[in-house]
């Protein structure tokens, strides 16, 4: 089943955050730092083009390290940006955000002109906590499904900075439909919007391929699999069987997309940066 999602909601957002470039300075753009490509809304990358921005790879403590640190050179080599690395453990600081913004704007930097910062990104990519961290207080609503933020909320960030979250905005068409299947497991697409089993299916073929060892430390087995027997694995060890006993594949899904995302399986990264 194709995966899509782009609730009447979000058209909306899109309209008004299309008004609201109009009256800012900068563009704070977070993103998953286990699939920073996938996790990039090409429609947002052309809405407000014309601002700097700081990209913002978030969930940093839950991909790979090595692979997050190619990802922000990566996106360093964009004109008018920079990019920092941000973890519950690794929080970005307001000086090392302020000081960076405003080596991007100094044109405005006058002080008698108040600034106005827009944060935006995918659902569920963590925008309202990065915002409640950076604050040091609880000022935006989080919650761990996607499309918790439905409104734009304007917050003063510092004396003279005003920090705008928006809603969590998917594009119409989701046209590379391994990227939806990355973001459907990493909980950035509403669990009603996807065929669960699929999902996890290729997630399970993805890691099979590119993180056997991480599957054989968290669910106890030696050699190469398929991803039907992973399946199966996975029921036995954690009890994922129907009354007869047979596999129960939806709650196997569940707890292999579980695992993913919430860090059991250690530090994954879905995708590495392309090539120069």
């Not at 996607?146 to 917050?155: D, F, G, L, S």
């Not at 991803?227 to 709650?251: P, R, S």
């Given at each position: 089943?194709?995966?899509?999602?782009?609730?009447?909601?979000?058209?909306?957002?899109?309209?008004?955050?299309?008004?609201?470039?109009?009256?800012?300075?900068?563009?704070?753009?977070?993103?998953?730092?286990?699939?920073?490509?996938?996790?990039?809304?090409?429609?947002?990358?052309?809405?407000?083009?014309?601002?700097?921005?700081?990209?913002?790879?978030?969930?940093?403590?839950?991909?790979?390290?090595?692979?997050?640190?190619?990802?922000?050179?990566?996106?360093?080599?964009?004109?008018?940006?920079?990019?920092?690395?941000?973890?519950?453990?690794?929080?970005?600081?307001?000086?090392?955000?302020?000081?960076?913004?405003?080596?991007?704007?100094?044109?405005?930097?006058?002080?008698?002109?108040?600034?106005?910062?827009?944060?935006?990104?995918?659902?569920?990519?963590?925008?309202?906590?990065?915002?409640?961290?950076?604050?040091?207080?609880?000022i935006t609503k989080?919650?761990?499904?996607?499309?918790?933020?439905?409104?734009?909320?304007?917050?003063?960030?510092?004396?003279?900075?005003?920090?705008?979250?928006?809603?969590?905005?998917?594009?119409?068409?989701?046209?590379?439909?391994?990227?939806?299947?990355?973001?459907?497991?990493?909980?950035?697409?509403?669990?009603?919007?996807?065929?669960?089993?699929?999902?996890?299916?290729?997630?399970?073929?993805?890691?099979?391929?590119?993180?056997?060892?991480?599957l054989q430390s968290?669910?106890?087995?030696?050699?190469?699999?398929?991803?039907?027997?992973?399946?199966?694995?996975?029921?036995?060890?954690?009890?994922?069987?129907?009354?007869?006993?047979?596999?129960?594949?939806?709650?196997?899904?569940?707890?292999?997309?579980?695992?993913?995302?919430?860090?059991?399986?250690?530090?994954?990264?879905?995708?590495?940066?392309?090539?120069?």
């Open positions: 089943m194709p995966i899509s999602w782009f609730p009447g909601h979000m058209n909306k957002a899109e309209k008004e955050l299309r008004k609201l470039i109009k009256s800012s300075d900068l563009i704070i753009e977070l993103l998953d730092a286990r699939a920073p490509s996938a996790s990039r809304n090409p429609l947002l990358a052309t809405i407000g083009k014309e601002l700097p921005r700081i990209f913002i790879l978030n969930k940093l403590d839950l991909g790979d390290p090595a692979i997050s640190r190619k990802w922000e050179i990566y996106f360093q080599k964009y004109t008018s940006a920079k990019c920092l690395l941000n973890s519950i453990y690794r929080p970005v600081s307001i000086d090392k955000l302020r000081s960076l913004a405003r080596s991007l704007i100094k044109e405005k930097n006058s002080p008698y002109k108040s600034l106005q910062f827009i944060i935006i990104g995918i659902p569920n990519v963590g925008k309202s906590s990065f915002i409640n961290s950076l604050c040091k207080r609880k989080t919650g761990n499904e996607p499309a918790v933020t439905k409104a734009q909320q304007r917050i003063k960030f510092d004396k003279d900075i005003f920090l705008v979250d928006t809603p969590g905005l998917l594009w119409p068409k989701l046209e590379d439909q391994d990227a939806a299947n990355k973001l459907g497991a990493l909980g950035s697409i509403k669990h009603t919007a996807i065929d669960l089993e699929d999902v996890a299916w290729f997630i399970a073929e993805y890691l099979l391929s590119e993180q056997l060892t991480a968290r669910y106890s087995f030696k050699g190469i699999i398929t991803a039907d027997k992973l399946f199966n694995l996975i029921a036995e060890v954690t009890g994922c069987l129907t009354k007869g006993g047979d596999l129960n594949y939806h709650k196997v899904a569940e707890t292999l997309l579980n695992d993913l995302r919430s860090g059991k399986l250690g530090a994954i990264s879905l995708e590495a940066p392309p090539r120069p």
